[in-house]
C-alpha cells in the first residue's frame, strides 16, 4: 500500500485508494460487511464516533467511506491499519501524555472546521461488545469548538472472535480472524446528535450507540 502524502487535498485524492484497500483486507479475511448507510459523514467536517471492539473496526469504516483518525500512537506502527493510518492523515495521541491533550483538541477542531471528517472512538480503547466503556469528552469539546455535527455509529460482529482485548496481540488476532472464516460485521449509522457542552454530547452519542 502507497498513499501520497496526506495534505487536506491528497486527501481527497486517495479517498478511493483508501476505500478500495480497507474493502479489499475485509475480502482477504473473508470478513462480511453491512452497513445502513454508503456516507457517514454530514456533508461537511463530521465527528464520526463509534463503539469500540476490536482493529477491524477501521478497516470496516473506512470501507463504508474513508476517514481522516484519532488514534493511540501504537497505531501507527501496527501491519496494514498503520500504513492506513499514517497515511489518511490520522491524528496520534499519546494517551498518557495529558499535557498534549489541548493540542490534540486543537488539531481535532482544525481537522473538522477544513472540512474533514474524523473517526473517534471515545471509549479509549477496545471492549468485548457485550459492554461499553466511559466515553471521554475531549474529542467531543472539539466538535463544539468546530461546530461540527457528531455521527453515533454501532459496530456489531457476528462472533466474540472479531474482540481485541486483554493481552491479546495484533498478529494473533489477526490470525483468529483469518481462521475463523464468514465474520460479519455490521455499521448502523444513527441520526446526528446535539448538545450544548462536551458532556451531554458525549452522553447523548453513547445512548444512541447502546441502543
Avoid at 22 to 27: E, H, I, N, P, S
Avoid at 90 to 102: A, Q, Y
Wanted: aromatic residues 4%; charged residues 20%; glycine residues 6%.
Amino acid at each position: 500500500m502507497s498513499y501520497p502524502r496526506a495534505t487536506t487535498r491528497a486527501l481527497k485524492m486517495i479517498r478511493p485508494v483508501l476505500h478500495r484497500d480497507a474493502a479489499g483486507l475485509l475480502r482477504a479475511l473473508d470478513v462480511e460487511l453491512t452497513s445502513t448507510m454508503d456516507r457517514l459523514s454530514a456533508g461537511r467536517g463530521t465527528l464520526v464516533v463509534a463503539n469500540h471492539v476490536s482493529w477491524l473496526d477501521i478497516p470496516a469504516l473506512l470501507a463504508v467511506e474513508p476517514l481522516r483518525l484519532l488514534a493511540k500512537r501504537e497505531v501507527a506502527d501496527w501491519p496494514l491499519i498503520g500504513a492506513m493510518a499514517r497515511r489518511n492523515g490520522t491524528i496520534f495521541i499519546e494517551r498518557d501524555n495529558l499535557r498534549s491533550l489541548p493540542i490534540t483538541v486543537a488539531a481535532l477542531a482544525d481537522a473538522l472546521r477544513s472540512g474533514c471528517s474524523v473517526l473517534v472512538f471515545p471509549e479509549g480503547t477496545t471492549w468485548c461488545g457485550r459492554q461499553m466503556g466511559v466515553f471521554r469528552r475531549a474529542a467531543f469539546q472539539a466538535a463544539l469548538d468546530a461546530d461540527a455535527p457528531v455521527r453515533p455509529v454501532t459496530i456489531r460482529y457476528s462472533t466474540p472472535v472479531a474482540a481485541y482485548v486483554g493481552d491479546d496481540s495484533l498478529t494473533s488476532s489477526l490470525v483468529r480472524v483469518a481462521r475463523a472464516g464468514g465474520l460479519r460485521v455490521h455499521v448502523t449509522a444513527h441520526p446526528l446528535v446535539h448538545g450544548t457542552d462536551r458532556r451531554e454530547l458525549a452522553a447523548a452519542a453513547r445512548r444512541s450507540i447502546d441502543a
